[in-house]
């Protein structure tokens, strides 16, 4: 299997999303010009490799797991063709459902749960033929937030989002970039777990809508 990487990118976050692309031999998407989230995902995801079976974006302040790339490509295999998030944060929204279902999980050994919509967007996967489908479908769009862009296109598509668990990518709590209209996040923005499962050949469980 075939996977790349590229890195959606703010030059305020220059070091740190370097760094990263090092790490991962990501190619780096780079908002020189302040047009804001979706513009720079939507360059992030035109940079991806047709060779490749999936590609993922990640965002400049994503902290992916030693061997990252390796669970990625091994969690991918199970994966069906829809999005996936490799990322599960305690934040908004549903913060108590999806501790739940992150608990439930963990005790069932579910290396998955599902969701109809995409969360977040720090950590996001999906098959490459697929990314030409999704900016076409974007470029009509009028959704403003990146997040909810690709959430929107999973419902269209009608495929549920799945979630690695543990996370396979922690998020770097630090101050937001973006100018949300309801202020700056108050809950604490990490992964509820860290880490890679014995398996990823399990069933997924469905976190509550």
Sequence with gaps: MKVGVSIMAHPGRQQQA????????????????DRGEVWCGDEAWLMHDPRTDWWIVLQDDAEPI??????????LHYAPS?????????????????????????????????????????????????????MRWGHSSRLTFYDKRLSAFAGAIDKPVRYTNPSLVDHADGPTLLRHPWGEPTMRRKAWTLGAPKTWDTAALEIPA
Excluded: C
Excluded at 18 to 33: G, S, V
């Design 18 to 33: 370097t760094a990263l692309a090092d790490t991962l031999a990501a190619r780096i998407a780079w908002d020189t010009h």
């Design 66 to 75: 030693d061997g990252f790339l390796t669970y990625a490509k091994a969690a």
């Design 82 to 134: 829809g999005l996936v998030s490799f990322y599960t944060g305690t934040g908004r929204p549903h913060h108590l459902a999806v501790g739940r279902a992150v608990k439930n999980a963990e005790r069932r050994g579910y290396a998955w749960m599902q969701h109809p919509t995409l969360m977040w967007g720090v950590a996001v996967a999906m098959p490459t033929p697929m990314v030409p489908v999704f």
